[in-house]
């Protein structure tokens, strides 16, 4: 079983920044790309951004091409979302999420093969 606990979600005014976190538990962190997804109010989850195993590798939405930016650190089992430039269209609440395909794989950006969710984080950018 796998745990995922996000943190970091606030309150910020447009064009400030934000680093979302997100630490894993249970089953192996280092074996699995990870992903960041978001839903806005009264609208469907959809993809922000996913990282490889090795971090090496990194796939964005265009919405936040250029803004955001997500890490991982291997040996603290977390990975991160650092939102830069926020506007008040990135309102949402965050949710991390553990891919169980290849990085390579493009259903990456697809929720289907996302098998271990946390629970989100409520991210509001006020204009």
């Known amino acids: 079983q796998v745990q995922l606990v996000e943190s970091g979600g606030r309150l910020v005014q447009a064009g400030g920044s934000l680093r979302l976190s997100c630490t894993a538990s249970?089953?192996?962190?280092?074996?699995?790309?990870m992903g960041w997804f978001r839903q806005p109010p009264g609208k469907e989850r959809e993809f922000v951004a996913a990282?490889?195993?090795?971090?090496?590798?990194?796939v964005y939405a265009d919405s936040v091409k250029g803004r955001f930016a997500i890490s991982r650190d291997n040996t603290k089992n977390t990975v991160y979302l650092q939102m830069n430039s926020l506007q008040p269209e990135d309102t949402a609440v965050y949710f991390c999420?553990?891919?169980?395909?290849?990085?390579?794989?493009?259903?990456?950006?697809?929720?289907?093969?996302?098998?271990?969710w946390g629970q989100g984080t409520q991210v509001t950018v006020s204009s």
């Open positions: 999420a553990m891919y169980l395909g290849f990085f390579n794989d493009e259903r990456r950006t697809r929720e289907e093969l996302y098998g271990y």
């Open positions: 249970g089953r192996t962190f280092r074996s699995h790309t």
């Open positions: 990282i490889s195993v090795s971090g090496d590798s990194t």
